[in-house]
Every structure is written in C-alpha cells, then in structure tokens.
C-alpha cells in the first residue's frame, strides 16, 4: 500500500490561488500515475488531473489553464497549483495514486484537504 499525506488548501477569494502537496511512503514500487480528484459539496467525487511517471499530464476541462499538476519523483511528491480559482472549485481535494483509468475499489488515497473559495 502507498500511503498519501496532503498539505495545502484552505480559504481563498475568488480570483486567488492556492497549491496542494502530496508525498508518498509506504510501497514506493507502487507509485505510479499520481493526481488529484475533488468532491463538491452535494456532488460525487471527480478528477482533476493526473500525471504519470514520466510527466505527462491530463487535466478535466475545468481545470486546464488554470491547473498545473506536477511531481518531483525523487521526493515522491505531486503538487497542484490551482490559479484563478472560482467558488465552484470549492470542494474536499484528495490525492491518488493508481492508474489512469480509476476502478472501483482500486487506487491509494490521501486524506483529504478542503478547499474554499469565496464569492
């Protein structure tokens, strides 16, 4: 098992920007595609945006242009830099690992971080 400590998030008005962190111990060898998904209040869990390995990045389309997803192998850390943040990004903010495509019951996660952005 990977194990995920988050860092990062908070409270920020609309328009500002906030930066989550992500480091893994635990089975390293299992560190592999590694992202973020959020869950809006009210709302099922969705993906943000992904990366593996090598640095190839994916972003849902709310996200691209004002997301940057990145990890730094050595530290065993993916990062997300969020920019022009909207309230509707407002949500609880959990790091994965896994693989690209997420099956049920499969993947690490971290604990959690919520997310606010005001109007």
């Known amino acids: 098992q990977v194990r995920l400590m988050q860092s990062g998030g908070g409270l920020v008005q609309a328009g500002g920007s906030l930066r989550l962190s992500c480091v893994a111990s635990g089975n390293i060898g299992r560190i592999n595609v590694m992202g973020w998904y959020r869950r809006p209040p009210g709302k099922v869990r969705e993906w943000v945006a992904l990366?593996?390995?090598?640095?190839?990045?994916v972003y849902a389309d709310d996200a691209k242009g004002r997301f940057t997803i990145s990890r730094d192998n050595a530290k065993k850390t993916v990062y997300l830099q969020m920019n022009t943040l909207k309230p509707e990004d407002t949500g609880v903010y959990y790091c994965?690992?896994?693989?690209?495509?997420?099956?049920?019951?499969?993947?690490?996660w971290g604990q959690g971080t919520q997310v606010t952005v005001s109007p």
């Open positions: 994965y690992n896994g693989a690209w495509v997420l099956r049920e019951g499969e993947g690490d």
């Open positions: 990366i593996g390995r090598g640095g190839d990045a």
